[in-house]
């Protein structure tokens, strides 16, 4: 199955500030999504990336808010805009094979 | 994509097999069924996955009736290091849809 290289793994930011989360993967895949979990939750589905086109959003998330770029078929960012202490969550990147799905290790977020 | 109901939590002892049913009543045709591990600071990952009767590896045995409706995870013997939440999903994840996850299951063992 494919390995994914999630960074950073923890950050701090200050509000107001944004965060760009970078998911490498080894091999090419067509879909990569991305999740939030906040604390002592569920994941929830942010959105779709594939390569060469827009990225779906789920509801509730915005492109302005969470804009996501997939230039090519291992690589992805999600970047958190404007962050509040609302967005202090653990954000996962995803990738889907007909093996299963891989997750990245996340990015522990913390917005003071 | 059909809902998914599974006991909020669980808790049980080093050595012995713990049963988690997920309840999956409009489960479509097309729906397989996915169980997810994940501990505390790490992604979910991939234990399971079965269209009907009986699935097993190495880890974890899956068992679904003819009706699809609902499924169970089997852990043999779990030990401590089972401590984990269990997430049950169903999809036609043959088609590369997102995985939805609902609330999940915490299981806790102890010695």
């Known amino acids: 199955s494919a390995v994914i290289s999630q960074k950073p793994s923890r950050d701090i930011c200050q509000r107001g500030t944004s965060l760009t989360i970078q998911c490498q993967v080894d091999s090419q895949v067509t879909m990569m999504f991305w999740y939030r979990q906040q604390p002592g939750q569920s994941l929830t589905l942010i959105a779709t990336?594939?390569?060469?086109?827009?990225?779906?959003?789920e509801s509730g998330f915005v492109i302005d808010k969470f804009p996501i770029s997939r230039p090519n078929l291992t690589f992805s960012t999600l970047t958190v805009s404007n962050m509040s202490p609302e967005d202090s969550s653990i954000y996962l990147c995803s990738v889907g094979e007909t093996a299963g799905y891989t997750f990245g290790s996340g990015t522990r977020l913390t917005v003071v | 994509l059909a809902k998914t109901t599974q006991p909020i939590s669980m808790d049980s002892y080093e050595g012995q097999e713990v049963n988690i049913t997920c309840s999956h009543n409009n489960i479509a045709t097309n729906d397989y069924i996915t169980w997810y591990q994940q501990f505390p600071s790490q992604g979910p990952r991939f234990i399971i996955q079965g269209y009907k009767t009986k699935v097993t590896n190495e880890v974890a045995s899956l068992f679904i009736p003819a009706d699809r409706k609902s499924s169970t995870l089997s852990l043999p013997r779990v030990s401590l290091s089972d401590t984990a939440v269990y997430y049950c999903?169903?999809?036609?994840?043959?088609?590369?849809?997102?995985?939805?996850f609902g609330k999940g299951t915490t299981l806790s063992v102890s010695s």
């Open positions: 990336a594939n390569q060469g086109s827009e990225a779906t959003y």
């Open positions: 999903l169903v999809g036609d994840f043959q088609a590369g849809t997102a995985l939805i």
